[in-house]
């Protein structure tokens, strides 16, 4: 079975400063997608990144980019540039490539940017 | 565009008693899906549905959960009789298509409080 891991349960940073978000998954998968999602405080969950397992180029969206180690499972989220609206809850989410569309989720990391 | 629609967005209820969310997707989409958020958690998913017919339940607790999607768009879940470790809140989400490629977008949720 897939899970997801994520070490972190709170961060904060310094606006303007930058800030890493780690997250470890297990698989013996090898077509398989991984997500960055953020649900802001009493407000829905969306989508900030996602990234293919086949492709080697890590995914960036502009000031969100990952790091993505598929050998050692790991799926890292950095913020440049942090903003006051950055926080947020962020959740590291991983689907199987032959999957219907089963997300599985890891815990999330509580991010507070500080002014 | 309008997003994914959720009602109620705050239910309080007493054991054993029964209750109803209503969930209306983004239109055009042909997936829909109800993910239960326990607190400190991350999402799990409940149930996809594919049109008006079930793709996967295999996580949704039968003997107290039921969720329909008559004529393939507006869902509802169901508890009946709730306990207390429902107490959760309970997202909706759809996408144009099913697989894992395609982007899930989410509902505001509906936080339930069982007492």
């Known amino acids: 079975a897939q899970t997801v891991t994520q070490s972190q349960p709170e961060m904060s940073v310094q606006e303007a400063e930058t800030v890493t978000l780690s997250c470890t998954y297990d698989?013996?998968?090898?077509?398989?997608?991984l997500f960055w999602y953020k649900q802001p405080p009493s407000r829905q969950m969306i989508l900030v990144i996602r990234?293919?397992?086949?492709?080697?180029q890590n995914a960036t969206e502009n000031r969100f980019s990952v790091n993505f180690q598929k050998a050692a499972k790991s799926f890292s989220l950095k913020i440049s540039d942090s903003q006051l609206g950055d926080t947020a809850m962020y959740f590291c989410?991983?689907?199987?490539?032959?999957?219907?569309?089963?997300?599985?989720f890891g815990k999330g990391t509580k991010l507070s940017v500080k002014p | 565009e309008a997003g994914v629609a959720q009602s109620p967005r705050y239910k309080i209820i007493e054991k054993r008693q029964s209750v109803a969310f209503w969930c209306n997707p983004i239109?055009?989409?042909?997936?829909l899906y109800w993910y239960q958020q326990i607190l400190g958690q991350g999402p799990k998913l409940l149930i996809q549905f594919q049109n008006n017919g079930v793709v996967d339940d295999s996580q949704l607790p039968k003997d107290r959960f039921s969720a329909e999607r008559l004529k393939g768009v507006d869902s509802t879940l169901k508890i009946q009789p709730a306990k207390l470790e429902d107490s959760a809140v309970y997202l909706c989400?759809?996408?144009f298509g099913g697989g894992s490629t395609d982007t899930q977008y989410f509902g505001p949720g509906t936080r339930l409080t069982v007492l």
């Open positions: 698989t013996s998968e090898s077509n398989y997608y």
């Open positions: 239109s055009g989409h042909a997936t």
């Open positions: 990234q293919e397992a086949y492709k080697q």
């Open positions: 989400a759809s996408s």
């Open positions: 989410a991983f689907i199987s490539g032959g999957s219907q569309g089963n997300l599985i």
